[in-house]
């Protein structure tokens, strides 16, 4: 089973950037899709970004297009999400998963292994 740490999470102002990164270990990591997910308070968890198990076919979430980008570092087992222009509405825990399958989905049920996640704050 593949465990993950998300990290790089914090308060950053309107128009910032920040990067966030996911260490993976336990599997070989690049035998999954990888995705990143957020969840805001009340709100439900909703697809950020992620790629397939090949690396080839990348998606977005309408709302990250043009400002976040993910990437991945088989070597070091790791997933990234570099996030510029953020957003007061992008304020969310961030998370990492595994994809299930071969294939990236944008539902929350076809990711397993979910890290603690990490806390992004954006201010106005």
């Known amino acids: 089973q593949l465990q993950l740490v998300e990290s790089g999470g914090g308060l950053v102002q309107e128009g910032g950037s920040l990067s966030l990164s996911c260490a993976a270990s336990?599997?070989?990591?690049?035998?999954?899709?990888m995705g990143w997910f957020r969840q805001a308070p009340g709100k439900e968890r909703e697809f950020v970004a992620g790629?397939?198990?090949?690396?080839?076919?990348?998606y977005y979430a309408d709302f990250v297009k043009g400002r976040f980008t993910i990437s991945r570092d088989n070597a070091k087992n790791t997933v990234y999400l570099q996030m510029n222009s953020l957003k007061p509405e992008d304020t969310a825990v961030y998370y990492c998963a595994p994809g299930l399958g071969a294939d990236v989905s944008t539902n929350p049920e076809s990711f397993g292994s979910w890290g603690q996640g990490t806390q992004v704050t954006v201010s106005s």
């Open positions: 336990g599997r070989t990591f690049s035998s999954y899709a």
């Open positions: 790629f397939s198990r090949s690396g080839h076919s990348i």
